[in-house]
């Protein structure tokens, strides 16, 4: 069955795993990235591998323009309703490495929302202008009802994720998966690894995201610290529980701390707060990563964080070779453009581009 197929009453009610059957194009890539679930250990694997080769391909003049050649022939249009600097700026940047050229709105209120026009009349708007629309945005499965509504019309073009609610991120959690790969490619791969994700579990969507694209590798033990009320909620425990995962569930990060492969620290997302000030009273005093605490991390431990940050990493810890946040976020850029470039069929033509 194909997207067209379905009314998005019947469409929205299908199991994720037909959604992702009807999503996915002839090469295993997404046709609309949208979850995090659309990505198996295939995929990820030649995703990371074609990041890599735009990587190398960018170091050189020549390489840059045959990038910038790709896709001129392409327009973007990144709609981000909610604030962001590195998804934005990289989804941006990606772009331009492909040579399309880009556009933005950056606040419903500077469109035509303002005037009352609904998401899906302003979505439809941007299909008659552009090649692929890139979207954040605060309602949760937004991303996908457009992918439906574009797909039943004339101007079926595709859509990316690029962050939706307190639901999904995955484009991140790609990134992120890139990161780890790269950290551990001299040692041994990212099987059989140990994960302690550090934070506000309840509200932030990369930690959603990421444990959900860890599941397609062997072995992988997730560890969630964070104050009670804040924990992960129970449908990601039993995502794992149903994959056979290794979970557990802290309060106190020092329990294990020296003994995890990678630590995933993330912010207070009181931008969620029901009212003001809501978690202000939360003590999250023990939830931060400063000289001593790295200091007892393992010598071949990643320290991750997805940005912004607040006081949860000290800035005494970013020039330890285990930080790895500054280069999560340029690998953004990286693993975009490899997005990008597979959902628009660039994939053979970057391989058999030949890096001296
Ligand atoms: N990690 C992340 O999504 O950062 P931004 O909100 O700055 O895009």
Redesign the pocket.
């Known amino acids: 069955m194909k997207l067209t197929d379905y009314t998005w009453e019947e469409f929205s009610q299908l199991p994720m795993s037909t959604k992702v059957e009807c999503f996915k194009k002839e090469d295993g890539f997404p046709a609309h990235t949208l979850f995090a679930q659309q990505f198996d250990r295939e995929t990820l694997d030649r995703l990371c591998d074609l990041a890599t080769k735009i990587r190398k391909i960018a170091k050189k003049r020549d390489g840059m323009l045959f990038l910038n050649s790709l896709l001129s022939h392409k327009r973007a249009m990144l709609y981000f309703s ?9 989804f941006y940047s990606a772009c331009q490495i492909l040579g399309l050229k880009v556009a933005e709105v950056r606040d419903a209120a500077t469109s035509s929302e303002f005037k009352g026009e609904s998401k899906e009349d302003s979505i439809r708007t941007f299909s008659s202008y552009f090649d692929l629309i890139i979207m ?1 945005t605060q309602e949760k499965g937004l991303a996908e009802h457009m992918a439906w509504t574009l797909s039943n019309s004339e101007r079926p073009l595709p859509i990316i994720n ?2 939706s609610g307190k639901d999904q ?1 995955p484009t ?1 959690a790609l990134l992120d998966i890139y990161t780890l790969k790269r950290s551990f490619e001299d040692n041994g791969g990212l099987d059989n690894r140990s994960i302690m994700y550090v934070g506000d579990l309840l509200r932030g969507r ?1 930690v959603r995201s990421l444990s959900n694209l860890l599941m397609n590798y062997e072995n992988i033990e997730h560890i969630f610290v964070a104050p009670p009320e804040l924990q992960i909620k129970q449908d990601i425990l039993d995502m794992l529980a149903a994959n056979g995962s290794k979970y557990s569930v802290l309060t106190d990060m020092r329990e294990r701390l020296s003994d995890v492969d990678a630590v995933y620290m993330t912010r207070i997302q009181d931008e969620w707060d029901k009212s003001k000030g809501e978690s202000a009273s939360i003590d999250i005093s023990s939830y931060k990563i400063g000289k001593k605490e790295i200091d007892s991390m393992k010598p071949t431990s990643v320290l991750l964080h ?3 940050r607040r006081d949860e990493i000290s800035t005494e810890c970013d020039h330890d070779p285990r930080a790895m946040y500054w280069r999560q ?1 340029r690998n ?1 850029m990286w693993i975009r453009a490899a997005l990008i470039a597979a959902t628009f069929d660039c994939t053979e033509a970057i391989l058999a581009y030949n890096v001296e």
């Open positions: 909610q604030p962001s600097s590195r998804t934005f700026l990289s954040r690029a962050g991120h991140q990369t997805p940005l912004p976020m953004g």
